[in-house]
């Protein structure tokens, strides 16, 4: 099972960027997937998500309103679109997938990508 994140990179203050998760090894359409972001000096943090059977999504409230996740189920690919982007959002981003029900807890998740960067300049 791999999730291989990619999409990172340097951008300014306003700017946006398209992360992207190719996800391999087993059919990942009935499970939750999504991203978790860990910054310099901080915890992880929860950032958004998409069930696989509802497609519903969540995000972190520090997202919302200027991120959208979505998934091509055809592709075992998610995405997590990021608009207005702040110097606050430069992290590294993790790709994630877990069980059927969604969480923010970290601990739900049992397959992890490698992490792609994001370094937003102000």
């Known amino acids: 099972v791999q999730l291989q994140a990619s999409g990172g990179g340097l951008v300014q203050a306003g700017g946006s960027l398209r992360l992207a998760c190719a996800a391999s090894?087993?059919?990942?359409?009935?499970?939750?997937m999504g991203w978790f972001r860990q910054a310099p000096g901080k915890e992880r943090e929860f950032v958004a998500a998409?069930?696989?059977?509802?497609?519903?999504?969540y995000y972190a409230d520090s997202v919302k309103g200027r991120s959208t996740i979505s998934r091509d189920s055809a592709k075992n690919t998610v995405y997590l679109q990021m608009n207005s982007l702040k110097p606050e959002d430069t992290a590294v981003y993790y790709c994630?997938?877990?069980?059927?029900?969604?969480?923010?807890?970290?601990?739900?998740?049992?397959?992890w990508g490698q992490g792609t960067l994001v370094t937003v300049s102000s």
């Open positions: 994630v997938c877990g069980g059927i029900v969604y969480s923010t807890s970290q601990n739900d998740y049992n397959y």
């Open positions: 090894g087993r059919p990942f359409n009935n499970y939750v």
């Open positions: 998409i069930s696989g059977t509802t497609s519903n999504k």
